[in-house]
């Protein structure tokens, strides 16, 4: 079993640090005011340097959820091996669905949920105890505390965030980068002043230098005199910078702010991923020196200060260090919290909901009640403030914007300090997750980020996450105390099965991200930066539309041949495969008002075209959509099959179909249309084939009395509708290529000849 935690821990670390990577690398990846690969080195040796001074929080994994003493060395082992199987699978879920969750809450709450598992197992054992006796075995006030620093978190950090920001907006607007006024060097000496401080009194805290020297006891007693000495100097470092060198000093604050996040982050939530192992290392230590059994040994050793091996934590540091460099989740979970804050209009990766409507529109209601407050000239100056510049960019050169300027990655560091400072002066267990992701939120809110365009989405974006934040709580103290029932329950049999799960669960969710990830990397996805003609909008969407062709053929191939067998199965994939394709027509779409704005004034012809080509696509996906979830539903229901001539029939007309689609998807493939004309005249034939079907349809209902089934007809008629509408669609689409493909080839010759 020690040697399964020890491999357990490695394994935590990686998705541990996967997911809350977002905490310290967000404010500095999304301004891009400092390089990928200098961010990276920064974090490194925060995280290095946090993990050498983390052996002061170790005791939480201990004594801070449950007495040690109630419980002997088997029982504690138990609820270790429960803990860590639970914790891994848990992060790894939600790093595969790039969510942002606190380690915190999970490893606490798992604690809690396999304490509170064994108690009652013990309890039940025991006639002379009763279930109230459970509070001799947890200690409840920590969950309770826990619970209230989720709920402070969410709010104080969120309303913090959106003041200072606003503040900082009015008092430098979005020319930041053009001012160097002592506004902005006494922002830079207030800011290194505070992540000093942060660093020292956050970081540093369980050193042994801290204690030796009694820095916090000099800190808490001299905070005013500290930050005024402080204020002073950093204001002179400010000045001095901004004066004598090119180095703009919010890049600096960025820098120094990243290391000293991620020096808090690696020295106080290195206890979530290692601090389970290395209590059972230092109970397997205690018992096996006693020579008493594992079931009679108390664990009252735990209740003691333990010093962690200085060696091991090194080790988890340098684990940590690669895992930021390296983990392709850590970079899914980044991305959802930069999205979410993003300045510009994104890809929304979250679908609205009722609450994130009615949030909008009760912020919407605020606002008018603020324009009828505030005076007019008023309003005029501080929509001002909050103009952002025209970047203009050459047509050639492929430029991603920043998600947000160096004014808010600031702010969201300082505050972010600050908080996190504060609610462990008072004692407060603040989580460092919840505290950052809402401070980028409120600050992201304040800046504009979220207009009329993307606040509802945004918004159902933050409610998903928070609420994921609860599930982690509820999740985590439930999937921890099944855990430790079939542990006591089968002993190591139930560990080697649980273990085999956790390795057999882990690949199965690596190997499909990895798949998610490839299939990503191979969409093809129209250059905007190459499509200044018709002619380049033309080469560079056909193999697009032949991609799409050959989904579509593939797909109603499909549903012709499921019916035929009545799989529901196999006709349920089809139809996640077309709802794929819809969404991808959806954002193509989407993207048509970002594709005009980059083409140059010449290029209308390709605007034309190209929505053109958008139209037809999206008839031919919903024509195609209709055909796979009737059938779906037609047979979900339980509904009769499709008699055999019916079926017979959609055959012919499938084997028809994927004759032509066939020739199309080449023409596409090889960007050579000028063998359309001989397929257009082969739709007229498949168009009568379908009309054909659709009248030996009618005479069956009015002659063949066998013919019975009022939702057979229903379904056979709509499938037979939206081939028409499907060929159609696909047909205007080819005459469309022709034409612009003529029309280009005209101008080539008309230009030959002039010369």
């Keep these: 079993m020690i040697a399964a935690l020890a491999l357990l821990a490695i394994v935590d670390l990686i998705v541990g640090v996967s997911n809350d990577a977002v905490n310290f690398l967000n404010s500095a990846i999304g301004s891009k005011v400092i390089s990928t690969r200098n961010i990276l080195i920064i974090a490194s040796l925060g995280v290095f340097v946090g993990a050498a001074t983390s052996s002061g929080m170790m005791e939480v994994a201990r004594k801070g959820i449950f007495n040690p003493g109630m419980f002997n060395f088997q029982n504690i082992m138990y609820i270790f091996m429960a803990v860590m199987i639970t914790d891994i699978l848990l992060l790894d879920v939600f790093n595969t669905l790039g969510m942002p969750t606190s380690t915190t809450v999970s490893i606490v709450f798992e604690l809690l949920g396999a304490a509170v598992a064994m108690a009652l197992i013990k309890i039940s054992a025991d006639p002379n105890q009763n279930i109230d006796a459970i509070w001799t075995y947890i200690n409840h006030k920590t969950a309770t505390k826990i619970i209230f620093g989720i709920l402070l978190s969410v709010a104080v950090a969120f309303t913090i965030g959106a003041i200072v920001q606003f503040i900082s907006r009015l008092l430098f607007s979005f020319n930041v980068e053009k001012q160097k006024s002592i506004t902005a060097i006494i922002f830079g000496g207030f800011a290194l002043t505070i992540i000093s401080y942060f660093i020292f009194f956050k970081g540093f805290k369980g050193t042994s230098f801290y204690k030796t020297y009694d820095v916090k006891h000099y800190l808490e007693n001299n905070l005013f005199q500290i930050f005024g000495i402080g204020l002073t100097v950093m204001t002179l470092i400010s000045f001095l ?89 850590a970079k899914e979970v980044i991305k959802t919290g930069i999205d979410l804050s993003r300045q510009d209009e994104v890809n929304e990766k979250f679908q609205p909901t009722t609450a994130s409507r009615i949030s909008v529109r009760a912020a919407m209601g605020l606002n008018k009640v603020f324009q ?75 800046d504009r980020a979220w207009g009329r365009e993307s606040a509802v989405y945004r918004v159902a974006g933050v409610l998903n996450v928070i609420g994921g934040w609860f599930a982690t709580a509820l999740i985590a103290f439930t999937a921890a105390a099944i855990a430790l029932y079939l542990i006591n329950l089968g002993g190591i049999v139930s560990i080697a099965i649980l273990l085999i799960t956790v390795t057999l669960l882990i690949s199965r969710n690596y190997i499909k991200y990895a798949q998610k990830q490839k299939i990503k990397k191979e969409k093809r996805k129209i250059n905007r930066n190459e499509l200044i003609s018709i002619s380049g909008v033309i080469e560079e969407s056909s193999s697009h539309i032949s991609e799409v062709v050959k989904r579509v053929n593939k797909l109603y191939t499909s549903v012709a041949k499921d019916l035929a067998s009545h799989d529901l199965n196999k006709l349920k994939k089809t139809d996640k495969h077309v709802s794929k394709l819809n969404d991808e027509v959806d954002q193509l779409k989407d993207e048509v008002f970002y594709f005009i704005k980059s083409l140059d004034d010449t290029s209308a012809e390709a605007s034309r075209f190209y929505i053109l080509v958008i139209g037809h696509l999206q008839d031919i996906s919903q ?84 013919e019975t089934s009022p939702k057979n007809t229903t379904l056979f008629f709509g499938i037979l509708l939206e081939t028409k509408d499907l060929i159609t669609s696909i047909m205007e689409l080819l005459e469309l290529y022709q034409e612009f493909d003529l029309g280009i080839k005209k101008a080539e010759a008309q230009d030959n000849a002039i010369i």
Excluded: C
């Design 241 to 329: 910078i901004s004066k004598f060198t090119k180095i703009n000093i919010l890049h600096v604050i960025i820098g120094i702010g990243t290391f000293s996040l991620a020096l808090a982050f690696s020295g106080n939530d290195l206890v979530n991923f290692v601090g389970v192992p290395i209590a059972a290392w230092n109970s397997y230590e205690a018992w096996h020196s006693s020579g008493i059994e594992a079931t009679k040994f108390s664990m009252e050793i735990l209740a003691k200060k333990v010093p962690s091996n200085t060696l091991l934590l090194l080790f988890a540091g340098l684990i940590m260090v690669l895992t930021i460099w390296f983990s392709k989740k």
């Design 372 to 446: 009828l407050i505030v005076p007019k000239p008023t309003q005029n100056w501080i929509n001002s403030r909050f103009e952002r510049p025209v970047i203009a960019l050459p047509k050639s050169k492929e430029y991603e914007m920043p998600a947000f300027d160096t004014i808010r990655a600031s702010v969201n560091l300082i505050v972010a300090g600050i908080l996190i400072s504060v609610g462990t002066s008072l004692k407060l267990p603040l989580s460092t997750t919840y505290v950052t992701f809402m401070v980028a939120m409120g600050t992201s809110l304040a």
């Design 623 to 706: 024509a195609i959509s209709y055909i796979s979830k009737s059938s779906y539903k037609h047979v979900n229901n339980n509904h009769k099959n499709l008699k055999k001539s019916q079926i017979t029939e959609l055959k012919g007309i499938d084997s028809q179909l994927d004759k032509i689609l066939t020739q199309i998807e080449l023409a596409f493939e090889k960007n050579n249309f000028d063998n359309f004309s001989e397929i257009l005249l082969e739709k007229q034939e498949l168009l009568n084939h379908v009309s054909t079907a659709i009248e030996k349809q009618v005479l069956r209902i009015r002659k063949d009395k066998t």
